[in-house]
């Protein structure tokens, strides 16, 4: 089945850095990749879809300039947590429909990634 | 927008038994509903899924229903078994939304031996 990677799986950062997490289709091209936040024992938010070759567009509440999204190819899309706090810590998640984004196909997660800020 | 409300929150069934998650949708328009299995830690992994045009779909000791005119649909999970435990999340998906998928709340199973 399709494969959707991500890197790093965890980081530890001090706060006011940022951090970069890498979200990778491995086995397919994605014209279009999801961001979701999870804090625990909650369910999925979705904080921005990413558009190849586009901004992306971001759900309310959700601060553009802090979560800089870029998706430079089609099997790539990167998430900057800028000048991160301690409340920005939370289980970061992509996804990707396979066929990049056609009606009846299966949405994909990567392994998430576990942001610690200190 | 979507709204996808989920039911119940917990949920502590014996082994053997049968479980039960029921999701309400608000978006008639919907046409996709996947349910996804998320063990602590890990990222969801879909064990099920339903498009508009079906009612009913299984998969072995898995099945799903869906009630178009009521806007819900329904997991239910048979002969459930101690590795069935974990949290359970419904979603569906607004084509006209850009094929965004709405989760619900998310239900903890916990399969007692």
């Known amino acids: 089945g399709a494969v959707v990677s991500q890197h790093p799986s965890w980081v530890i950062c001090k706060s006011g850095t940022s951090v970069k997490i890498e979200c990778r289709s491995l086995d397919f091209q994605a014209t279009t990749m999801f961001w979701y936040r999870q804090f625990p024992k909650q369910s999925l938010m979705l904080m921005a879809t990413?558009?190849?070759?586009?901004?992306?567009?971001?759900e309310q509440g959700v601060e553009k300039d802090k979560f800089l999204i870029n998706h430079a190819s089609l099997t790539l899309s990167t998430l900057t947590v800028t000048s991160a706090h301690p409340e920005d810590s939370s289980f970061y998640i992509c996804?990707?429909?396979?066929?990049?984004?056609?009606?009846?196909?299966?949405?994909?997660f990567g392994p998430g990634t576990r942001l610690t800020v200190l | 927008g979507e709204n996808v409300e989920q039911h119940p929150s917990t949920l502590s069934v014996q082994e053997g038994d049968s479980a039960v998650i029921k999701c309400t949708y608000s978006d008639s328009a919907s046409n996709y509903f996947p349910w996804y299995k998320q063990e602590l830690g890990k990222r969801p992994q879909l064990i099920i899924d339903?498009?508009?045009?079906?009612g009913e779909k299984k998969d072995q000791r898995i099945a799903v229903t869906l009630n178009k005119t009521a806007k819900h649909f329904s997991l239910h999970i048979t002969e459930t078994q101690p590795e069935d435990s974990a949290v359970y999340f419904c979603?569906?998906?607004?084509?006209?939304?850009?094929?965004?998928?709405?989760f619900g709340g998310g239900t903890r199973v916990l399969v007692k031996p």
């Open positions: 979603a569906a998906k607004y084509k006209a939304a850009g094929n965004k998928l709405t």
């Open positions: 996804s990707a429909w396979t066929s990049g984004g056609a009606a009846y196909n299966e949405q994909f």
């Open positions: 990413s558009n190849e070759g586009s901004k992306a567009t971001y």
């Open positions: 339903i498009r508009s045009n079906v």
